[in-house]
């Protein structure tokens, strides 16, 4: 296979790849947290920090990208105290590529983990705290492990999201070969070439396998945690 794909394709690979585990990884516990709360608590505000959770959603994934660069640009409010407080930057790099994957995969992982965790039986979770086990113990010894296939259903989903993430992306950080040009990227710049049909056909059935392997992945150890958890 390595010699039916350029060099700049395997670099949009790799990148992309990169992109989403760094994205579902440093979205992971917030996600978890965010379900958790949605799923278990009742508070003032709570419909409107679930329409924001779930805004990119609806958006446009290029308004996503903009408002990203409005933030975390070098002149953004955001942009500017991370740059200059630890010499960081977002925009127009591949950490703002996961940025930009994070924030439009992230409704995707809390409505499967909210699910799970409003599914998980509080029975059990109220026996535990008779029996003397803190909320901490509880949280991680009953309600995790019994959300821990919606989670991982979640996670994959969120996963396959980020890979084929283009609009906020492009907006966000722009399409640099090598730095930001992820597996989408460079299929839509093979689109706009004349004359490189085949590499972009090459590249679409490459998104395509890819995302199917994570979906598939998603199925497959959703079905094993459950008959686990149920003997």
Same mark, same amino acid.
């Given at each position: 296979m390595?010699?039916? @794909?350029?060099?700049?394709?395997w670099?949009?690979?790799?990148?992309?790849?990169?992109?989403?585990?760094?994205?579902?990884?440093?979205?992971?516990? @917030?996600?978890?947290?965010?379900?958790?709360?949605?799923?278990r608590?009742?508070f003032?505000?709570?419909?409107?920090?679930?329409?924001?959770?779930?805004?990119?959603?609806?958006?446009?994934?290029?308004?996503?990208?903009?408002?990203?660069?409005?933030?975390?640009?070098?002149?953004?409010?955001?942009g500017?105290?991370?740059h200059?407080?630890?010499?960081?930057?977002?925009?127009?790099?591949?950490?703002?590529?996961?940025?930009?994957?994070?924030?439009?995969?992230?409704? @995707?992982?809390v409505?499967?983990?909210?699910?799970?965790?409003?599914?998980?039986?509080?029975?059990?979770?109220?026996?535990?705290?008779?029996?003397?086990?803190?909320?901490?113990?509880?949280?991680?010894?009953?309600?995790?492990? @019994?959300?821990?296939?919606?989670?991982?259903?979640?996670?994959?989903?969120?996963?396959?999201?980020?890979?084929?993430?283009?609009?906020?992306?492009?907006?966000?950080?722009s399409?640099?070969?090598?730095?930001?040009?992820?597996?989408?990227?460079?299929?839509?710049?093979?689109?706009?070439?004349?004359?490189?049909?085949?590499?972009?056909?090459r590249?679409?059935?490459?998104?395509?396998?890819?995302?199917?392997?994570?979906?598939?992945?998603?199925?497959?150890?959703?079905?094993?945690?459950?008959?686990?958890?149920?003997?």
């Amino acid at each position: 296979m390595s010699d039916l @794909l350029t060099p700049a394709e395997w670099t949009a690979i790799g990148l992309s790849l990169r992109v989403a585990v760094w994205a579902v990884a440093a979205s992971l516990p @917030l996600g978890i947290a965010a379900g958790w709360l949605l799923a278990r608590r009742n508070f003032p505000g709570k419909l409107l920090v679930d329409g924001l959770i779930h805004l990119p959603m609806v958006l446009p994934p290029v308004a996503v990208g903009y408002i990203l660069l409005l933030l975390l640009g070098r002149n953004g409010p955001l942009g500017a105290f991370l740059h200059d407080a630890f010499g960081i930057t977002v925009a127009f790099t591949w950490k703002g590529a996961a940025v930009a994957s994070a924030v439009v995969a992230f409704p @995707l992982m809390v409505r499967a983990i909210r699910q799970a965790v409003a599914a998980a039986d509080q029975g059990l979770e109220a026996a535990a705290r008779t029996l003397g086990a803190g909320p901490a113990r509880v949280f991680f010894t009953i309600t995790l492990p @019994l959300a821990a296939p919606g989670i991982l259903t979640g996670t994959l989903l969120a996963f396959a999201r980020s890979l084929s993430e283009f609009g906020a992306t492009i907006t966000f950080v722009s399409n640099i070969p090598g730095e930001t040009r992820t597996l989408p990227l460079a299929l839509y710049t093979q689109i706009q070439t004349p004359g490189a049909e085949w590499p972009a056909a090459r590249l679409a059935v490459v998104s395509v396998v890819i995302a199917l392997a994570a979906l598939a992945g998603s199925e497959l150890l959703s079905r094993h945690l459950t008959r686990k958890l149920h003997g």
